[in-house]
């Protein structure tokens, strides 16, 4: 099977959502693709890492901080636009507990990951190297007996080291 | 006429009927032998590849593809406890030796005249997988085999399992055990690497002396298998990626040096291997690199590192595979066998 169409095997695979046949063919496929094998272990990692998180705990003084906020804002005139600019970001500082933090960077860490590993490849052809090779067999001392590329008959770079078999068997 | 006229009780007619009798014996002896009981494939090819108990010495041609033949001289004589002891010497048309591989079962000396370089390491044992590691490469079927430098053989056939791969030929004395012809073939039936003695005696006393290493004045000494360290740092330091060698080589092979060829903004690393008349190539291309084959055929097959490939150019058999991030390519005229286990040994 293709990479391109196991993404979205593989995040049902980690989250165990696959059907038994699916994930025969997920396991299969990651037996033999390093790459995609690679991509199943940051997803199981970025999952296992969330899930042990524990749920952060709610401030001891919320319950004071929002009766005080609803008599603000009750003794508020019906005019007034709601809380400042300043009071918004103190309220926003204090929801954000360090753990959400952890968790943002982390996210942000696996998301270059996951690109890191999935930046194309160049292509290398294998016409290059075959090309070297047989520039090699034509330049090799003794080894200079093969046709030279479009050539109509064998040529030998060094005719003298040359000793013709009779190649006759009984 | 006469021989009707003859009396069966005569002395004529009895002396004729014993002239017959001893003159169709070789006859009857040769087809007898041409006529002997198969014995099982997978033992000739262990004892062929083990060599033969017996030392001896030959004239043996090599010929890569349509190219002309190269003429060696071999000589070889069982070491106590070391295998084979060989010595392979080839030589231009005035019989003046070009290239000589000698081995004492341990250690294996090289020595190239028109470079002046000399090579030197362990000896790496017998040139192909043994007989049962061969069989999971190969379906092994055995047939008459005619002769070959005038001794009998038996016809090894070595056909790849994996349809695509080089497969492989040898005629196997049927006495001494000794391969007299092997030949690689590629899979639209190209013989990409033909080897056959032209002539083979058995029981020649060796001078011990031919194979060990020789002092040659002058010349350079190299690493069998890999460069220099500072030919390897160097290498390194202009691909951007550290260079990989084989540990494995079939005897005779030497490192004959490491090229970088330039491709858009990345170099592609070229290890040059030679025996002195075949060649091999391990090529090792950047990291995050995809190899494209082009409108190439290509099977794929399993190596201890991981899933390869394999193909083949007009003369030589071609394995690919993947390591780390690297991706690596060996090109020779040899059998998948021995391509199979130069690419597991490479580190």
Redesign the interface.
């Known amino acids: 099977m293709e990479c391109k169409g196991l993404e979205e095997l593989l995040s049902a695979y980690a989250d165990r959502e696959t059907t038994p046949a699916e994930s025969a063919q997920v396991e299969a496929h990651v037996a ?1 693709c ?1 790459a995609c094998g690679l991509r199943l272990a940051v997803l199981a990692k970025s999952k296992q890492a969330l899930a042990s998180m524990a749920a952060p705990a709610a401030p001891r003084d919320l319950k004071e901080t929002l009766r005080r906020a609803a008599a603000r804002a009750e003794a508020a005139s019906p005019e007034s636009s709601g809380p400042s600019f300043g009071q918004r970001l103190s309220a926003w500082r204090s929801a954000l507990s360090p753990r959400y933090g952890f968790a943002f960077g982390l996210a942000a860490f696996l998301l270059v990951g996951l690109w890191f590993e999935r ?1 194309p ?10 090309s ?3 520039q ?2 034509l330049e ?4 200079g ?3 030279r590329p479009g050539a109509s008959g ?1 040529v ?1 770079e060094d005719a ?8 006759t ?2 | 006429m006469i021989w009707k006229t003859m009396k069966p009780t005569s002395r004529t007619y009895r002396a004729g009927l014993a002239a017959a009798f001893l003159l169709s014996v070789p006859w009857v002896s040769a087809w007898a032998a041409g006529k002997q009981a198969l014995p099982e494939a997978l033992a000739v090819l262990e004892d062929a590849l083990r060599g033969p108990a017996a030392s001896y010495e030959g004239t043996f ?1 090599v ?9 060696s001289l071999v000589r070889c004589s069982p070491a106590p406890e070391k295998g084979l002891a060989c010595r392979r010497e ?4 005035k019989g003046g030796v ?2 000589v591989s000698a081995t004492d079962g341990a250690k294996e000396w090289i020595f ?1 005249r ?2 002046n370089k000399v090579w030197e390491g362990p000896s790496p044992g017998n040139s192909s997988a043994p007989g049962a590691q061969a069989s999971s490469f190969y379906r092994v079927s055995l047939s008459t085999g ?3 430098a ?1 001794r009998l053989t038996w016809k090894l056939e070595l056909s790849p399992k994996s349809g695509a791969a080089p497969g492989r030929r040898l ?1 196997v004395d049927r006495e001494r055990r000794l391969v007299l ?1 092997d030949e690689t073939v590629l899979p639209d039936g190209r013989i990409a690497l033909r080897g ?1 003695f ?1 002539r083979v005696s058995f029981g020649v006393r060796h001078d011990p002396a031919l194979f060990r290493p020789e002092a040659v004045p002058g010349a350079s000494r190299e690493g069998r298998l890999e460069p220099s360290p500072t030919v390897r740092s160097k290498v390194q330091a202009e691909s951007g990626f550290g260079p990989r060698f084989p540990s494995w080589l079939p005897s005779g092979f030497v490192l ?1 040096g490491v ?1 970088l ?1 330039p ?2 903004d ?1 170099k ?1 690393i ?1 290890c ?1 291997y ?1 025996d ?4 091999l ?1 391990l ?1 090792q ?2 990291p ?7 409108a ?1 055929d290509r099977k794929e097959v399993r190596l201890a590192s ?2 390869g490939f394999v ?1 083949w ?1 007009e ?2 058999g ?1 394995l ?1 595979w ?1 390591s780390g991030e690297t ?1 690596l ?1 060996l ?1 020779a005229p040899l059998g998948l066998d021995i391509l199979q286990r130069i690419a597991e040994s490479v580190r």
């Open positions: 033999d390093r930046r490849e160049e292509a290398v052809p294998l016409d290059v190297m075959l070297a090779h047989r090699y067999t090799r001392p003794l080894g007996s093969a046709t064998p030998s003298g080291n040359d000793l013709e078999d009779d190649e068997d009984e | 041609f010929r890569i593809g349509r190219g002309k033949s190269r003429k080839f030589m231009d048309s070009l290239f190239d028109k470079t005619g002769k070959v005038g005629w012809k056959r032209s004959d090229d060829i491709y858009k990345k592609i070229h040059r030679s002195g008349a075949v060649v190539s090529f291309s950047p995050r690199a995809k190899l494209d084959l082009g190439k991981g899933p193909s150019t003369d030589a071609v690919g993947s991706k390519v090109v």
